[in-house]
């Protein structure tokens, strides 16, 4: 084995800070990622695809929420933080992270593309010593069944010449409390080698790190997270349902049921799922499972339940407007809040898109405001961010609350719009003096 691959070397290069880190994919994940790696004393290349993104970086800008921009800025300045879109430069590079996005394809199924193609450029570039880190998250068995038989021919052995972990990016946006540096780190090497290097890495950059026996565990912990995410709130979205047939509010039982200090977890309704994790993730495991003949019950179930939310809610508008002798064709609906959630700037699968179409489907006049999102292509067209202010809201026959942004005045909503949908309950505690509050 030659000296350069000596684990002992490596991790020395690592506790001195000499290893030089790829992160592939500079988005919600990436970008948040390369910061930290950069704060905490390594040079970082980012490798994107997306010349735009690569060019705001040169400058220093920043285009993430959650970086602050005087600290990516200040990185890049010091010359911690460069980009490119050339991949010839991996093999300059110790370590590569891959953050790429991992969709749905159109018939729901995992679209595995974006790591394929990565898969292709780090094959080609890969090098005694590299160091490979899939971010993505996945399905089991992705690290060591696609990635693993990739990479080795190249002749290399994998916990010998090159390491090779799964370690998921559990990173929440618009966290305020936990963000990439204080979320402990899971990681999963395919031998124990390469658990060891990666984990020495990381435990240089983040508070924790918590290893499991393999990448599959690693895997497998990802979506355990989302897919208990996305089976709770399926269950509240049904109680939700269940409560207005009841004629219960289920704020009231969800915060009253949340005083219990043991064996309770309070999740609460909503509009649908949106970003891209919660909606997408579980999809991966029932995918999977489907190759092996077993159907995943709960994550289907749960996946019919939160799709069918948007129609609940628009159902609910056509509901509230009848009572007021109106119809939805013709009616004035404003959208408050269109990100999938609460003090975030990402649309992505977000419920207020199909709440949007449903209504303008059913001929309602839709307009939207969210803070922000100041404009958004939709169906082919720009939609901009209405104005919020007394007059929008009177002029209007209905708001409803999709995403509840801490930005946005309530009490102004509730007291100049004739009816109020809320979806997420921000108007708790609100009596308006003559319009009308009806709740998910
Ligand atoms: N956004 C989240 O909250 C979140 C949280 C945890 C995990 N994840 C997972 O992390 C992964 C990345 O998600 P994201 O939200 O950062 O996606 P994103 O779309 O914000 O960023 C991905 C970036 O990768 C770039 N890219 C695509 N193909 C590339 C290629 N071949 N080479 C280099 N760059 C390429 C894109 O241009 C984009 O900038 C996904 O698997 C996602 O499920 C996301």
Excluded at 59 to 88: C, H, W
Excluded at 93 to 109: E, M, W
Aim: charged residues 25%; glycine residues 6%.
């Amino acid at each position: 084995m030659p000296e350069s691959v000596s684990v002992q070397k490596i991790i020395e290069d690592i506790e001195e800070k000499r290893t030089r880190v790829a992160i592939i994919g500079l988005g919600y994940v990436g970008l948040p990622l390369t910061v930290e790696f950069a704060r905490a004393g390594f040079r970082v290349c980012g490798f994107e695809v997306d010349v735009s993104r690569v060019e705001a970086i040169k400058r220093g800008e920043n285009y993430i929420q959650d970086v602050p921009d005087e600290l990516l800025t200040d990185l890049v300045r010091r010359k911690m933080i460069v980009a490119s879109t050339d991949f010839s430069l991996l093999p300059e590079q110790d370590v590569i992270c891959i953050c790429v996005p991992t969709p749905l394809n159109k018939t729901g199924d995992p679209d595995l593309s974006f790591i394929l193609k990565v898969l292709q450029e780090v094959k080609r570039y890969l090098r005694p010593g590299h160091i490979v880190v899939l971010e993505s998250t996945t399905y089991p068995g992705t690290t060591e069944e696609i990635l693993l038989p990739g990479l080795q021919k190249k002749g290399l052995t994998v916990g010998k010449d090159f390491f090779l972990a799964f370690s998921p990016e559990r990173i929440d946006p618009g966290n305020k409390q936990f963000g990439a540096h204080n979320t402990p780190k899971v990681i999963g090497g395919v031998t124990p080698a390469c658990g060891q290097v990666v984990s020495a890495l990381y435990s240089r950059v983040l508070e924790k790190v918590v290893s499991v026996s393999s990448p599959r565990s690693a895997e497998m912990v990802k979506l355990l997270e989302n897919t208990f995410r996305s089976i709770n709130i399926g269950l509240v979205n049904e109680l939700a349902i269940i409560c207005n047939l009841l004629k219960i509010d289920i704020w009231e039982v969800i915060d009253a049921a949340a005083t219990k200090p043991f064996g309770f977890m309070p999740f609460y309704p909503g509009p649908g799922l949106g970003g891209h994790c919660i909606p997408v993730d579980p999809s991966y495991l029932s995918w999977k499972l489907r190759s092996m003949n077993y159907r995943a019950r709960f994550i289907e179930l749960a996946r019919d339940i939160n799709l069918a939310m948007p129609a609940y809610v628009v159902q609910k508008v056509a509901n509230a407007l009848n009572e007021t002798s109106l119809c939805v064709r013709g009616a004035k609906i404003l959208v408050l809040g269109v990100s999938y959630k609460r003090d975030i700037d990402d649309i992505r699968e977000s419920p207020a898109l199909d709440i949007i179409r449903l209504l303008r489907e059913k001929g309602g006049q839709v307009i939207y405001h969210d803070p922000h999102i100041p404009s958004f292509s939709f169906d082919g067209e720009t939609l901009h961010s209405a104005d919020l202010t007394p007059e929008t809201l009177s002029s209007q026959d209905c708001a409803i609350i999709v995403t509840d942004h801490s930005a946005v005045d309530y009490l102004q909503v509730v007291e100049n719009c004739p009816l109020v949908v809320d979806t997420r309950n921000a108007t708790r505690g609100l009596q308006p003096s003559s319009s009308k509050i009806v709740k998910l």
